[in-house]
């Protein structure tokens, strides 16, 4: 029984890392006002990048994270452009590039060829002698490299979002764009830098699937995981440190499904498969029953800034 | 000019009359032209890369070039223009590959009566149109032989995608083939909920094999069990093709399509008109094309290797391994002794053999 429950906590960190990093994303990107629900459709680009570049370029899995983010912001572009330069509604455009993304991605994927190739991948680290710990050498120090980047990462996210003037702004366009534009603070330029910069972060979640975790790609792989990270940026109320600790819940939850199966413990199939939006739903009939005392969603998020527009 | 184009067709129309008087069944009006929709990418490493793989050898047989169009969907406003821009290049043989083609495939049918229509895995059968699906627990019971003999702790897993009929029968036939070998062999069954999820199969197989499970069947479209077997450094059997280009030291063996064995013939008989098609559709087994095991791995005895092929000659000379007496895990008696299960109670089958751990 000792087992069940560390081989299930050592393998939560790989469920969660995709989920934390969408999150993280699309915090950066709501902090600035932008609603934006392309997650599924960005880590599916991601994850095709990821896999495309090491399958057809043989780079490095690194070098082919990298790519993945690239390739994740270069699509957000569009997005920045329709909902920052166009004021498009948020919604509308998030959705519509999410189908976008699911078309293109597996378009180009079947006609390259690149399903159900093999990836060769980052191994695991091993850190010894802390790998040697019982029980918590196992959960902490023997996970793959992106694991512990992603902690650092939020470190660096969480810096830049509250320490630096970079991140002062992006959260003043975010709460009141025209106080800041009257204040000289370019609305459009730091909204474009923070969905980009978040776009970044989900193109990473996606390559991580395709490349680190799963090491191989198909069509449509992200299976719904952009729209629980979605559920999650509700769940953190827009901060950092709770979207890692709610990524990590999910994480159980869905790494602990297939292990009551393998344990021969019958429950039936459908409900554990629903448990994790169960929880989705869960979560957020939570936060709508905490939020009636005070919200943390950013004032302007969802309007599009038109200059000197009365409201 | 046009005294001599139509002097061969009435000569060809009054050839194609009088073998109508001779052969019931369906006849076409024209030498046979047969072409491909893929529901999926040619190379996609499973379903439809079996296809493909069968196409050469077809090819070979009836010396004429297949012509194939990838990604299908499953929707009639996909299928039907793919269908009608082979119809009208004079097309008369269409194929396609997906149970979601079934409806739509049944309106071509009585859309076009000259044209025959085949589909894998589809329910719809018609004067011109035959859907077919092999018998994947002879082969499966194979593979859980095989896996039987090279279990050492005597758990077995198998990757699933649901519980429905064509899945449960591989289940079972997985548990009964490991029986030969070891009485005491379980099966434990998780379902994904996805034909083609590598990340919860990849989840499913490092469960299976933290729980000290040494031997992953899968009736999943990716070979990710298989790759996961490798890491973990224990074996696993494959479906749909031979598996092994993903895994070599973990694949024992595979479940593999062979359906140029059924269309050849199929196909001969389309051309010679005298093709009737089947109000059920076809159904075959190892012997006419359906799935047959891919073997072995170097790993396997050559001792278990030969009790296998013995159960597969005797599979292949009639025997049914769903042979009665045979009870459920609740043990409610499902075929009486010496019954043998017929093909409605395979379509339907929702129960397992004792030995199968699995959700509802």
Not at chain 1, 16 to 22: D, F, I, Q, T
Not at chain 1, 32 to 47: D, F, H, I
Not at chain 1, 123 to 131: D, E, F, H, K, V
Request: net charge positive; hydrophobic share 50%.
């Amino acid at each position: 029984m000792n087992d069940f429950f560390i081989n299930w906590l050592a393998s939560a960190p790989v469920t969660a890392v995709p989920y934390a990093l969408a999150a993280l994303g699309l915090i950066l990107s709501e902090r600035s006002g932008v609603l934006n629900l392309t997650a599924e459709g960005l880590m599916l680009v991601g994850a095709l990048a990821g896999a495309g570049a090491v399958l057809s370029l043989h780079v490095h899995p690194a070098l082919a994270l990298i790519i993945a983010m690239a390739a994740a912001s270069l699509v957000s572009l569009l997005f920045a452009g329709l909902v920052v330069v166009l004021r498009v509604n948020q919604v509308i455009a998030g959705l519509a590039v999410v189908f976008f993304c699911q078309g293109l991605t597996g378009l180009i994927g079947t006609v390259a060829g690149w399903q159900n190739k093999q990836i060769d991948s980052l191994p695991s680290l091993n850190i010894w002698p802390l790998s040697e710990i019982p029980v918590i050498g196992r959960i902490f120090f023997m996970q793959d490299p992106i694991v512990y980047l992603t902690i650092a990462i939020f470190f660096g996210v969480n810096y830049v979002l509250f320490r630096t003037m970079l991140g002062l702004r992006i959260r003043s366009v975010g709460e009141n764009p025209a106080a800041a534009d009257a204040a000289g603070v370019s609305v459009s330029l730091h909204r474009i830098i923070a969905i980009v910069a978040g776009s970044c972060l989900i193109g990473l979640a996606g390559g991580y699937i395709s490349v680190v975790s799963v090491k191989l790609w198909v069509t449509g792989m992200t299976g719904g995981r952009g729209w629980i990270a979605v559920a999650l940026v509700v769940f953190a109320r827009w901060a950092p440190w709770p979207a890692l600790w709610g990524a990590l819940l999910f994480g159980c939850i869905e790494a602990v499904i297939p292990r009551i199966a393998a344990a021969g413990i019958a429950v039936p199939q459908y409900l554990m498969l629903m448990t994790p939006y169960l929880a989705t739903i869960a979560v957020m009939v939570w936060v709508g029953y905490r939020q009636s005392a005070v919200t943390r969603e950013p004032g302007a998020l969802g309007q599009p800034h038109v200059r000197e527009e009365r409201r | 000019m046009q005294l001599k184009k139509i002097i061969p067709l009435a000569a060809v129309a009054a050839m194609t009359c009088g073998a109508v008087a001779y052969a019931a069944g369906f006849t076409l009006s024209a030498p046979p032209k047969i072409a491909f929709l893929y529901f999926a990418d040619k190379g996609d490493g499973g379903w439809t890369q079996a296809f493909d793989e069968a196409r050469p050898k077809i090819e070979k047989a009836l010396n004429m070039k297949l012509p194939f169009v990838e990604n299908v969907p499953e929707v009639a406003g996909k299928i039907t223009p793919a269908a009608e821009s082979f119809i009208n290049r004079g097309y008369n043989v269409i194929i396609g590959t997906a149970f979601g083609y079934s409806d739509t495939f049944k309106t071509l049918a009585e859309k076009y009566p000259k044209v025959a229509f085949l589909n894998a895995s589809g329910t719809t059968n018609g004067a011109n149109l035959e859907s077919f699906y092999g018998r994947t627990y002879e082969s499966q019971y194979l593979c859980g032989m095989i896996a039987g003999a090279m279990s050492k702790t005597g758990k077995l897993g198998f990757v699933a995608a649901h519980p429905i009929g064509p899945v449960n029968w591989t289940i079972n036939a997985y548990e009964l083939g490991a029986q030969q070998f070891n009485p005491k062999a379980t099966v434990t069954v998780i379902f994904t909920g996805s034909w083609n999820d590598p990340v919860k199969e990849r989840a499913a197989a490092q469960a299976m094999a933290d729980q000290g499970i040494d031997v992953i069947g899968q009736h999943v479209d990716t070979p990710t069990p298989q790759i996961v077997a490798q890491e973990r450094k224990i074996f696993g059997t494959g479906h749909h093709r031979d598996l092994r280009e993903f895994a070599p030291k973990a694949t024992l063996c595979s479940s593999a399509w062979t359906w140029d064995k059924h269309l050849i013939p199929t196909l001969k008989k389309i051309a010679a008109g005298n093709w009737e098609p089947s109000p059920y559709g076809a159904f075959p087994g190892i012997k006419d094309g359906g799935t047959d095991i891919a073997c072995c791995g170097a790993s396997v005895p050559k001792d278990v290797v030969a009790k296998v092929m013995a159960e597969r000659d005797a599979i292949i000379k009639g025997k049914q391994i769903f042979t009665g007496p045979m009870k459920d895990t609740t043990g409610k008696e499902r075929l009486a002794a010496g019954v043998k299960i017929d093909d409605g109670g395979l379509w339907k089958m929702d129960w397992y053999v004792p030995g199968v751990i699995a959700q509802k």
